[in-house]
């Protein structure tokens, strides 16, 4: 087992996830049954965390368009400058072409999947207030069920989930969290990937 | 201006009488948490749920679709409000729990959870007094490891395994 002088080196580049896998395995196994360096990574922890909280984070709301602002007051040559307006106006005139294009499409795209219900939406008669008037059984009967699961359940509170978390970091793409507030669980599944 | 020494006096009382309780607020012990770890593997190889699980197998029934599940460790460990504490668990996966600070019923606290050298997931929650939060998912032996992961700031916690009669494989 290293000794604590050795692991004291390395908990600072631990906390910040920079050591070397076999580094990482030998402080945390070490952290596992050291009380006095797991002290001090808290303190690493806890004074990294101050920190990040306290650094001022500068004001960058219109720092683009500022920049862009004064790049375009530079001074251009008489070329450049004829050449910047002629790119403007054929942009300008591509682009009114291209929405009236696009407008017209979404039209005639609205118009032609719109059709069929339109007739239907015309044609509407007593089929269709069966379907509704079942489809309305059916809601009931899944309220009737909903609220019959929801009796036999424990008598936890709904919105009570019993975690609220803030933040969660993983490699795995997989993950999946969901609350169960009826059980007062809160899940995080890891799957193994392949 | 000058302020008459009866005036002084009475301000140096009141400003006394302020800070006294937070000066015994700061002397105050950090709280304590304690943390209760179950590691269960489980699996579809219709053996049932271990006796040992008795408390959490209607949750554990409830929350997954497996037909055994078995308990394969049992931690606990207890720590002030800012200082980590480590578990070693089966399968190679060692856990970290950092109670943070105890906001009403809540517990706020980081959890990193490493797969052998690996750091699989970090997390930073409020957990409830006496909640469980379940971490699930990576293979063990047969079936899939299920860690459940209980805080406490009291003495006891209800949804724990047995813990005298819990061993680790």
Not at chain 1, 43 to 53: E, K
Not at chain 1, 153 to 182: F, G, Y
Not at chain 2, 90 to 97: A, F, Q, S
Request: aromatic share 6%.
């Amino acid at each position: 087992m290293a000794e604590c002088g050795e692991i004291s080196m390395m908990l600072g580049a631990f906390e910040d996830s920079e050591l070397e896998p076999n580094e990482m395995q030998e402080v945390a196994f070490h952290l596992a049954r050291c009380e006095s360096c797991t002290g001090i990574l808290g303190d690493y922890s806890t004074l990294g965390r101050n920190l990040r909280s306290i650094a001022p984070e500068p004001k960058l709301a219109g720092f683009s368009s500022a920049v862009v602002a004064r790049v375009e007051r530079l001074p251009q040559p008489v070329l450049t400058r004829i050449e910047r307006w002629l790119w403007r106006q054929a942009h300008s005139v591509g682009s009114g072409i291209a929405w009236s294009g696009a407008v017209a499409a979404v039209a005639v795209a609205t118009i032609i999947l719109m059709t069929p219900y339109a007739e239907q939406f015309a044609n509407r008669g007593p089929h269709s207030t069966t379907s509704i008037a079942e489809t309305g059984h059916e809601a009931a009967t899944a309220a009737n069920q909903v609220a019959q699961a929801t009796a036999s359940e424990p008598t936890m509170a709904d919105n009570d989930s019993h975690a609220d978390i803030s933040r969660l970091e993983s490699e795995n793409h997989s993950v999946a969290v969901w609350s169960e507030p009826r059980r007062g669980t809160t899940v995080i599944w890891l799957p193994d990937q392949p | 201006m000058t302020l008459r020494s009866g005036s002084l006096a009475s301000l140096i009382i009141a400003l006394t009488a302020f800070a006294m309780p937070g000066f015994a607020h700061a002397q105050a012990k950090p709280k304590q948490v304690t943390v209760y770890i179950d590691s269960v593997m489980a699996a579809d190889t219709n053996e049932g749920t271990d006796p040992r699980l008795a408390p959490m197998s209607a949750k554990l029934r409830g929350l997954f679709g497996f037909s055994t599940y078995s308990l394969i460790g049992h931690n606990e460990g207890q720590t002030d409000c800012g200082k980590m504490v480590a578990f070693i668990l089966p399968g190679g996966k060692i856990l970290h729990v950092q109670p943070r600070a105890i906001d009403g019923d809540m517990i706020a606290m980081e959890i990193v959870l490493f797969d052998g050298t690996r750091p699989m997931m970090t997390t930073d929650l409020k957990l409830k007094n006496n909640g469980t939060l379940i971490v699930g998912g990576p293979r063990y032996e047969q079936g899939m490891m299920i860690i459940s992961i209980g805080a406490s700031t009291g003495e006891s916690h209800p949804m724990q395994a047995t813990p005298a009669e819990a061993n680790t494989r």
